[in-house]
Nanobody, 127 residues
Framework: QWQLVESGGGLVQPGGSLRLSCAAS????????FGWFRQAPGKEREGVSW????????DYADSVKGRFTISKDNAKNTVYLQMNNLKPEDTGIYYC????????????????????WGQGTQVTVSS
């Protein structure tokens, strides 16, 4: 059974850092691409970062470029999102999503391309 469980969210002051983790059970990470999405209160869910199944290619939304880093540890079956220099506008529920079909270096940025989703973890950036 495939399951994604996010953790690492919390309350942090502006300028602070958090590292989100996504434990991916039932997946073979060598063959799985991932995305992080977030939903702010009153707004639609948006893409934040994506990593190819090869792990060699990643991309970011313009709003987080230079501040966030996505990575995956195949041995630990875990995907990470390192978030630095956090801003109040980064507040929201962060979701991990998986696409379990090998696609090499290709990145999928659209939600509809992901079959599996976690339950989300809350990130609040506030002083």
């Amino acid at each position: 059974q495939w399951q994604l469980v996010e953790s690492g969210g919390g309350l942090v002051q502006p300028g602070g850092s958090l590292r989100l983790s996504c434990a991916a059970s039932g997946f073979t990470l060598d063959y799985t691409g991932f995305g992080w999405f977030r939903q702010a209160p009153g707004k639609e869910r948006e893409g934040v970062s994506w990593i190819s199944s090869s792990g060699k290619i990643s991309d970011y939304a313009d709003s987080v470029k230079g501040r966030f880093t996505i990575s995956k540890d195949n041995a630990k079956n875990t995907v990470y999102l390192q978030m630095n220099n956090l801003k109040p506008e980064d507040t929201g529920i962060y979701y991990c999503a998986a696409r379990s079909a090998y696609s090499g270096n290709y990145i999928f940025t659209e939600e509809k391309m992901y079959q599996y989703w976690g339950q989300g973890t809350q990130v609040t950036v506030s002083s």
